[in-house]
């Protein structure tokens, strides 16, 4: 009953409980987990269709009829898997607040303007290279109740789809030299400060577009395919 | 192709979905990519299996209803072949994909409609019996939890399940929905008594 996926690799996630983010502290399990063996229900996962990611749902920039208000972006990037393989026909999932720091969501009341030409949601499948790229603006910081003068940094919300159900990871992309990392108890949950930096997008000039838009590369990376305690360790 | 020169660090962690995920991920909102049908139904009509309904509620620690998280289900048919290249018994003609996703309500209540699984492959050559994987995102949460479901009319199946023998038989129960009528029903709780088992994967 031997595992098959390192179970390694997923301590670069933070730990379910972190105090200084006051709502895992009722919503944290508190019986360790158990540890089971991978089977085929966890070595599968949903694989999705071609057909129904549209073109204009990786430009969240045209979803409407006028342009949306902000600093317009592009963020690319590929998902890989941690032994550097792309991940083709990966659906990768985005959302987000507006320019402002307001979600379009109901539930999201704080006295910022929503802008009626941005909902802040996008989709992309990669292509065989695992790569995807999507145009957006680029979002607000916005205030929480986690703690007095509680503000997020701007971040990105990405859901991503790898070859199994144990690839499965639901992130946030943060932005270069934001002043409020050093605040925020979410990013600072992940513990390894290397691991915190990977959801740092890299400013890139090369993707950025003249008069049009700043770029920005954001690497995803999954649990591996095939990795087994038999593989030969890896040179590099 | 060498991967060597390219190998990332790392994998990239796991954050929170937050409060406002429902337009960009769940069915019934404003999402317009629907991975399933709207509602939470699972199987499209026509599918073959007996069909159910797979409910009930996430608590947190205080024994309040968790109206922001995200149930996603990835599932066998009927057959308990799974549709995904990984299963070389899958039916290329299958039209049910296995995989839900469900928002809570106020309430903390989630729902599928899906098909009840078949029994799938297990280690060692041995069968498990029906399960539908559950995974838990939300607010909270800075990774998602996995947790199964197992069918209490299953009970034969259930006893000689390889990954429910490794739980503890005093825990068990929180794995197993209890049956009425076509509804399973199966609460989710995340801390505290009656803690549901959640796994390391």
């Not at chain 1, 360790?32 to 129904?52: A, Q, R, S």
């Not at chain 1, 991940?87 to 303007?113: K, S």
């Not at chain 2, 007996?50 to 309040?64: N, S």
Request: negative net charge; glycine residues 10%.
């Amino acid at each position: 009953m031997a595992l098959i996926l390192p179970t390694e690799s997923t301590a670069a996630h933070p730990p379910s409980l972190h105090p200084a983010y006051t709502s895992t502290v009722l919503r944290a399990p508190q019986q360790p987990l158990i540890l089971v063996p991978h089977t085929l229900t966890e070595l599968t996962g949903p694989v999705y269709g071609h057909g129904k990611v549209r073109e204009t749902d990786a430009d969240l920039t045209v979803q409407h009829a006028g342009e949306p208000l902000g600093e317009r972006i592009i963020i690319t990037g590929r998902v890989l898997d941690e032994d550097g393989r792309p991940v083709p026909n990966a659906l990768v999932e985005l959302w987000q607040a507006n320019a402002a720091g307001r979600y379009v969501h109901v539930r999201d009341q704080h006295p910022a303007p929503l802008d009626p030409n941005f909902t802040g949601a996008g989709r992309y499948l990669t292509g065989e290279d695992g790569r995807y790229r999507f145009t957006t603006i680029r979002p607000g910081a916005y205030p929480w109740r986690n703690h007095h003068n509680a503000w997020r940094p701007a971040h990105i919300h990405f859901s991503v789809f790898g070859p199994s159900f144990l690839s499965r990871l639901v992130t946030q992309m943060y932005f270069p030299g934001d002043p409020l990392f050093p605040f925020d108890p979410i990013f600072n949950g992940i513990p390894d400060e290397k691991a915190r930096e990977r959801l740092i997008a890299r400013f890139d000039l090369e993707t950025t577009q003249p008069e049009w838009a700043l770029g920005y590369q954001f690497d995803i990376v999954l649990r591996g395919r095939e990795a087994t305690p038999m593989e030969e360790p890896h040179e590099h | 192709m060498s991967t060597d020169s390219t190998r990332p660090e790392g994998i990239t962690p796991s954050q929170t979905v937050g409060p406002f995920f429902h337009y960009g991920l769940t069915p019934g909102t404003a999402y317009p990519h629907v991975p399933v049908s709207a509602d939470g139904h699972v199987a499209a009509p026509g599918t073959p299996g007996e069909r159910i309904v797979l409910t009930g509620r996430v608590f947190d620690g205080a024994g309040e209803p968790v109206p922001d998280a995200m149930l996603e289900i990835w599932q066998a048919d009927a057959d308990g072949r799974y549709a995904h290249p990984g299963d070389g018994r899958a039916r290329q003609s299958n039209s049910f994909m296995g995989f839900g996703r469900s928002d809570t309500r106020a309430d903390g209540t989630y729902r599928f409609e899906t098909v009840k699984p078949g029994p799938v492959p297990g280690p060692g050559g041995r069968e498990q019996a029906p399960h539908i994987l559950v995974a838990v995102f939300g607010r909270g949460m800075l990774k998602q939890l996995f947790t199964r479901a197992y069918f209490e009319d299953e009970a034969t199946a259930n006893a000689a399940d390889p990954i429910l023998a490794l739980v503890p038989e005093a825990r068990r129960g929180t794995l197993v929905a209890t049956r009425h009528g076509d509804t399973y029903t199966l609460d989710i709780r995340l801390q505290g008594e009656g803690e549901t088992v959640f796994f390391a994967v």
